[in-house]
């Protein structure tokens, strides 16, 4: 049972995370089952390696919450990764480049991208190895400081990310600069109150950044395409219509996520 329930969460992070994607790129590329399914496998399928890992129950409110973040923010992860050091693509569709790109010129060989990639994903694994031996080191209970600044981790990874890809194109935005690492350090905050493995409370904290910058980027301003889309010609307007009821599956997946939120913390013990 607790396996079938991780593998739930798995599928409602990935049907969250493919439909704020499809949501803005549809009506530039059309819709793509595959393309729309490929984030729901994976998401379920690293959802149920993470309950294991982390012996998560999603029975429980809290592992529930902890499981959905985490599994957002790794599935987000494997799939830039992917596109931006593996996969082929014509990129001249864009506006900004989806593949690593240099002062916004992408980078034609796939050798250095790979060789950029294993640099990258060693970079992320040692940050990672880094936060583990801080949950180890530093005796209970953490200083909620070290809370914040240490669970904001992958807030700045984005935002370092995102400025080398976005600001050769669009210009350098001090406040879409600092957003995310401030909005992960907040969810890192309040996760650990659900959790006491900072590994996973930075994981979740990235994941439910994400998911609340892209639900605002996508949902709030509809009309604005995505930045890598930016001036570029709708192709599928009938995308637009067709992608309405998607809204009521993704509202409802927020709606079940925040109720076990609130019945998590419900449950949190009160201070001694």
């Not at 429980?60 to 919450?65: E, F």
């Not at 070290?146 to 400025?163: C, D, H, Q, R």
């Not at 994981?203 to 439910?208: E, M, Y």
């Not at 010609?233 to 067709?242: A, G, I």
Request: hydrophobic share 55%.
């Amino acid at each position: 049972m607790r396996l079938l329930l991780a593998a739930a969460v798995g599928v409602m992070a990935g049907v969250h995370t493919a439909t704020w994607g499809m949501y803005k790129d549809a009506p530039h590329e059309g819709f793509s089952r595959w393309k729309y399914a490929r984030s729901i496998v994976l998401a379920t399928v690293i959802a149920v390696i993470l309950s294991v890992g982390w012996d998560l129950d999603p029975r429980r409110a809290a592992d529930l919450v902890v499981l959905f973040g985490a599994t957002y923010a790794v599935e987000r992860a494997l799939a830039e990764i992917y596109k931006t050091f593996i996969r082929d693509e014509d990129q001249s569709k864009y506006f900004i480049p989806m593949q690593l790109a240099v002062f916004g010129k992408p980078v034609q060989s796939r050798g250095a991208r790979l060789l950029a990639g294993a640099g990258y994903v060693l970079g992320v694994l040692a940050l990672i190895v880094m936060v583990g031996w801080i949950d180890r080191t530093v005796p209970d209970p953490m200083p909620l400081w070290l809370v914040v600044l240490v669970g904001g981790l992958g807030g700045w990874i984005s935002a370092f990310g995102g400025a080398w890809k976005d600001a050769p194109k669009e210009g350098f935005h001090i406040f879409k600069f600092f957003r995310s690492p401030i909005i992960a350090s907040l969810f890192a905050l309040g996760l650990s109150y659900l959790s006491d493995d900072l590994v996973l409370v930075t994981l979740a904290a990235l994941g439910f950044c994400v998911a609340t910058t892209e639900t605002y980027k996508t949902f709030f301003f509809p009309s604005v395409p995505r930045g890598k889309f930016a001036g570029m010609p709708v192709h599928f307007p009938d995308m637009l219509r067709r992608r309405q009821p998607f809204i009521f599956l993704y509202a409802g997946i927020w709606l079940v996520v925040l109720v076990a939120l609130v019945i998590a913390l419900k449950r949190v013990p009160a201070p001694a």
